[in-house]
Nanobody
Framework: QVRLVESGGGLVQPGGSLRLSCAAS????????MGWYRQAPGKERELVAT???????NYADSLKGRFTISRAGARNTVYLQMNNLRPEDTAVYYC?????????WGQGTQVTVSS
């Protein structure tokens, strides 16, 4: 049973930064891809960024330049550095992992951007 656990969310002022972390436990294999999605109140879950085990990354166009994904592949750990945060970045951020046809989700971590 693969379990994804996020950490690093919280309250930050506009213009501030946060770094999210996600670690997979219970896995004896390296996940093909790990990444982040987010869901704001009243909205659908959307892609933030993903990264394959070989280092290929994919970002939501609107977040390029402010958010950076990185990964410690062999340890099934993924990070999201978020800079210059805006109130519209407020959402629950979910960690995602893929292995073949299997999809795994974390429980989510709240990020609130407010003054």
């Amino acid at each position: 049973q693969v379990r994804l656990v996020e950490s690093g969310g919280g309250l930050v002022q506009p213009g501030g930064s946060l770094r999210l972390s996600c670690a997979a436990s219970g896995s004896i294999f390296t996940l093909d891809s790990m990444g982040w999605y987010r869901q704001a109140p009243g909205k659908e879950r959307e892609l933030v960024a993903t990264m394959t085990v070989s280092g290929g990354s994919n970002y939501a166009d609107s977040l390029k330049g402010r958010f950076t994904i990185s990964r410690a592949g062999a340890r099934n750990t993924v990070y999201l550095q978020m800079n210059n945060l805006r109130p519209e970045d407020t959402a629950v951020y979910y960690c995602n992992g893929l292995y073949g046809r299997f999809v795994y989700w974390g429980q989510g971590t709240q990020v609130t951007v407010s003054s």
